[in-house]
């Protein structure tokens, strides 16, 4: 049952009842109060009214933060997106609550953004404020209009180069490895040219999991959440058995993502060579696709659900290889 009271200047109404939330809302006009009370005891009363007031209460740092406390520790990636809804929650945007939250905010928070970032990590950060909203909505059952950052155009990228090791760049890096204090690095840099493997799974290779007589090895609960088996190389085979066995049974000695890429650096800077560790993916796929292999060949190896990401990102083909191909 409503109320409508006097509250100073205004008028206030009360709607108690046992199957929903106490509602409060007030008005200038009696009127108007006695419409709108109507109005909602009816919509209470079929099952249509959408209780805002936690969208109203809500900011958008608030939803942000219980956001990567309950869905983002959860991911594998966990630690990138947490590092995005830092940089998110540092800006003034956060302070503006679920209810009042616009298109025209968000796209004021990108161009700001865009001043200092590269126009694919405003997408990331768009897309990390997309996901937030969708968790309260469905997960919160919090009442939103729409999620507007949805209804923002992601901005155009540069089309993605595919750097690739060079030879010459291999040769370098190896033998800088073969003289680092990490004795697993030179081994780690063959099996992701030769196998195009991930950090991750490299890491988390175990001895139990590798078949020296079929040149093969299982990796476990990759990064898409599933169990795979690839081919080994006969380098990378030599390279696994000249390692020191370990009391944890993995074959890579590395303590984690954060070791290991301090020990690449190392390397890279030591060598001359500036690329990243996630380029022998693509120098894998590149030099697959120019040996003759078939992209669903090349995908069953790397662990890509999605050719077209592979063949857009990945297997770059050099021109040089492509007049080779015509001659």
């Excluded at 010459?168 to 081994?187: D, F, I, M, Q, V």
């Excluded at 693509?282 to 790397?302: K, N, P, V, Y």
Aim: glycine share 4%; proline share 1%.
């Amino acid at each position: 049952m409503s109320v409508i009271r006097k509250h100073g200047k205004k008028f206030q109404v009360l709607i108690r009842r046992k199957d929903s939330p106490h509602i409060i809302k007030s008005f200038v006009s009696k009127e108007a109060a006695r419409e709108w009370a109507r109005e909602t005891e009816v919509n209470i009363e079929r099952g249509f009214y959408a209780n805002s007031s936690y969208a109203q209460r809500m900011t958008l740092g608030q939803l942000l933060t219980e956001y990567r406390d309950r869905v983002s520790v959860n991911k594998k990636g966990y630690r990138t997106e947490m590092y995005r809804i830092g940089k998110i929650s540092r800006h003034k945007v956060c302070k503006c609550t679920l209810f009042k939250l616009t298109k025209l905010k968000l796209l004021k928070f990108r161009e700001e953004m865009l001043l200092t970032h590269h126009p694919s990590t405003c997408n990331k950060y768009i897309s990390v404020i997309s996901m937030a909203i969708d968790y309260a909505m469905e997960d919160l059952d919090m009442y939103l209009y729409s999620n507007v950052a949805q209804r923002i155009k992601m901005l155009r990228e540069p089309e993605y180069e595919g750097e690739t090791i060079t030879l010459e760049e291999e040769k370098l890096l190896l033998e800088h490895a073969a003289n680092s204090k990490a004795r697993w690095l030179k081994a780690s840099i063959i099996l992701a040219i030769d196998t195009g493997m991930r950090r991750g799974e490299i890491i988390k290779l175990k001895y139990e999991d590798v078949n020296f007589s079929k040149r093969t090895c299982k990796l476990r609960d990759t990064k898409g959440g599933v169990d795979r088996s690839v081919g080994l190389s006969s380098r990378a085979v030599e390279a696994i058995k000249e390692l020191p066995l370990n009391i944890d049974g993995r074959v890579i000695a590395c303590r984690d993502g954060d070791q290991f890429m301090w020990f690449w650096k190392q390397c890279r800077k030591s060598s001359g060579v500036k690329k990243r560790f996630h380029s022998t993916r693509a120098t894998f796929c590149t030099r697959s696709a120019e040996d003759g292999w078939q992209l669903l060949d090349i995908a069953a190896q790397s662990g890509h659900k999605d050719v077209n990401v592979l063949r857009k990102h990945y297997a770059k083909l050099k021109a040089e290889y492509l007049s080779r191909k015509i001659k």
